[in-house]
Structure formats: structure tokens, C-alpha cells
């Protein structure tokens, strides 16, 4: 297991971290989380070297994609970066990379009943205005308390996000925010539970995040 303890917050700075080899050759990960060694709750940054595949699997659990780099591709569409993917519990794919990509996975993070296929191109979709003229968001997904977004903040804004009893995480994708004194730059991924996490300051913007709410286990372990 790795950082399942939701009662604990943690930040990992992801553009220091070395890639580790995955079961598919050429298809490589970054381990944010993880509940078993190849099954249950994880969360990985992965890259697909130009050319790479993965053999056809399948995903018991669902599975969320957001690409960060380049084009990710499997029989449904060639999905560049900006694109946000949801394949409900019980499809599977044989996904690939011509020009190779990075991408946040997150398996297993379905509730029961999300059974709906998501394909958002961020970069096309519109954003919508926030609570303050320094705060935008692009919703992509919500279902029974879970709210997944884009997030766009202006430099200088103080963020404070609502975060219900299921937590928050998110992935810094442009930008640097400041947490409780400490700094998250631009590929910085944070997870905290509800009582950690209060306000986030805008240090160089515009800062655009991608953000989860509501989807974190209440048990530790």
C-alpha cells in the first residue's frame, strides 16, 4: 500500500519523482497512491513513449484520464492534452501513443451506479465564472456528492475552495500556489481530508489546477 491513510494529507512534487517501469513496455508511471500492487485504488502520473501500447485490459473499477502531454489514443478517439476521459466499471481498451503522451490516471475511484462514458476536450470546452473575477471552473463530472473541475485562478487570489467530508485533491497543472507555507509548483499533487485543507494563495498566475472533491474514502489504512 501506499499513502492509503485519507485521514493524513499528502503532497508529492511529481517533477521530481522518477518514472518506474509498468507492466506494458515503453509505458511508464509515476505511483502518487495505491492500494495493491496491480489492483484495487491508485493514482499515477504515466507516460507512453512515442509509440507505446498497452494490451487490451480491463477496468472492473472505472477508470479517470486526464492528458497532460501529447495525444493518447485507444479505439474511441485520439484525445490530445486537455482532455479529460471516464471509462465507467466494466470497459476495457488497448490504448496507444503515436507521438508518445503523459497523462493522471486514477483507477477505481467509481462509486456504483456511475456507469457514464465522459469525453471532454478542455482546451475547446467554456469556462465558467467563479466566485470572484479571479476564479473560473470547467466542470467535467459529478455524481452523488463527487465534483470533478478545471480550476483557473488569477496570481494573487486566495482560494478558498468548499471541500465536503470526502476530502480534496487535486493536481497542479500551470502556476504556483502557496498551502500552509509550503509551495506548490506546477506539477505538484496534493490530497488532503476535509479539516487539513482551508485556503490557497495564488503566488505566480494564472494558476489552473485539476480538482476532485467529495471522492475520498472515509477509512484509514
Known amino acids: 500500500m501506499l499513502n492509503q491513510d485519507y ?24 505511483k502518487l497512491e495505491r492500494e495493491q500492487a496491480e489492483a484495487g485504488r491508485a493514482t499515477s502520473i ?10 487490451t485490459h480491463q477496468h472492473p473499477h472505472g477508470e479517470e484520464i486526464l492528458v497532460l502531454e501529447g495525444v493518447f489514443s485507444d479505439a474511441s478517439g485520439d ?24 497523462l493522471l490516471v486514477k483507477l477505481c475511484y467509481f462509486q456504483p451506479g456511475d ?5 471532454i476536450n ?27 473541475e478545471l ?11 468548499v471541500i465536503p467530508a470526502g ?23 496534493l490530497r488532503c481530508p476535509q479539516a487539513l485543507c482551508d485556503r490557497f494563495d495564488v503566488v505566480t498566475g494564472p494558476a489552473r489546477l485539476f480538482v476532485k472533491t467529495g471522492h ?3 477509512e484509514t489504512k
Open 7 to 30: 485521514s493524513k494529507a499528502v503532497t508529492i512534487f511529481t517533477a521530481k519523482q522518477p518514472y518506474e517501469p509498468s507492466p506494458a513496455t515503453h509505458v511508464w508511471r509515476k
Open 79 to 102: 484525445y490530445p492534452a486537455g482532455s479529460y476521459i471516464r471509462n465507467p466499471a466494466g470497459t476495457e481498451h488497448a490504448p496507444w501513443s503515436r507521438e508518445g503522451c503523459e
Open 46 to 55: 504515466v507516460r507512453y513513449d512515442p509509440g507505446a501500447s498497452f494490451a
Open 167 to 189: 476530502g480534496l485533491e487535486m493536481l497542479v497543472i500551470e502556476g504556483t500556489l502557496q498551502h500552509s507555507q509550503t509551495l506548490l509548483p506546477a506539477g505538484t499533487w
Open 151 to 161: 480550476v483557473w485562478l488569477g496570481e494573487g487570489h486566495c482560494w478558498r475552495p
Open 115 to 119: 456507469l457514464q462514458t465522459v469525453r
Open 216 to 218: 475520498l474514502p472515509m
Open 122 to 148: 478542455t482546451a475547446k470546452a467554456g469556462w465558467h465564472q467563479g466566485h470572484a473575477r479571479e476564479h473560473k471552473v470547467l466542470p467535467l463530472h459529478q455524481f452523488n456528492g463527487q465534483i470533478t
